[in-house]
């Protein structure tokens, strides 16, 4: 599993984060023509915990979608960048988050999906690594 967790009330990245992301990135770019002839989407939803912020700072839903926003920047900028028209991010506030100030509900989960019908060739390795890489942080 990949670790993309975050503070309470922040969405700055942890170096854990910065890592994982490093990796997804890598991975597509170590496949880059199987990537540029396939059509796929990558999903990024943000989540929060349940513990309201503090009046000045941004409600659980901004805070979200600041922390999706913050990992779709990172996966579509700088070495091994991911074309961001393939990239969507959302956040959706502590929906589903079952405790107030829970640290696995502060994450983000990074979806991919490929259509079968556009690629060939791919072997169970890089599916494994793919979905390895692209797991939803604990």
Same mark, same amino acid.
Request: glycine share 6%.
């Given at each position: 599993?990949?670790?993309?967790?975050?503070?309470?009330?922040?969405?700055? !990245?942890?170096?854990?984060?910065?890592?994982?992301?490093?990796?997804?990135?890598?991975?597509?770019?170590?496949?880059?023509?199987?990537?540029?002839?396939?059509?796929?989407?990558?999903?990024?939803?943000?989540?929060?915990?349940?513990?309201?912020?503090?009046?000045?700072?941004?409600?659980?839903?901004? !805070?979200?979608?600041?922390?999706?926003?913050?990992?779709?920047?990172? !996966?579509?900028?700088?070495?091994?960048?991911?074309?961001?028209?393939?990239?969507?991010?959302?956040?959706?506030?502590?929906?589903?988050?079952?405790?107030?100030?829970?640290?696995?509900?502060?994450?983000?989960?990074?979806?991919?999906?490929?259509?079968?019908?556009?690629?060939?060739?791919?072997?169970?390795?890089?599916?494994?690594?793919?979905?390895?890489?692209?797991?939803?942080?604990?």
């Amino acid at each position: 599993p990949t670790d993309i967790a975050f503070d309470s009330a922040k969405y700055s !990245l942890t170096s854990v984060a910065e890592d994982a992301i490093a990796d997804i990135k890598r991975l597509i770019g170590d496949n880059k023509s199987l990537f540029e002839s396939a059509k796929y989407e990558i999903h990024i939803i943000g989540h929060t915990d349940k513990i309201h912020p503090a009046t000045s700072n941004p409600t659980n839903v901004e !805070l979200s979608t600041n922390r999706a926003e913050k990992i779709k920047t990172e !996966l579509t900028t700088g070495k091994n960048a991911i074309d961001s028209s393939n990239v969507e991010s959302t956040g959706i506030g502590s929906t589903g988050c079952t405790q107030d100030n829970n640290e696995s509900c502060r994450n983000i989960e990074i979806k991919l999906y490929v259509n079968p019908d556009s690629i060939s060739g791919l072997d169970g390795d890089f599916i494994r690594g793919m979905a390895d890489a692209m797991m939803q942080s604990k």
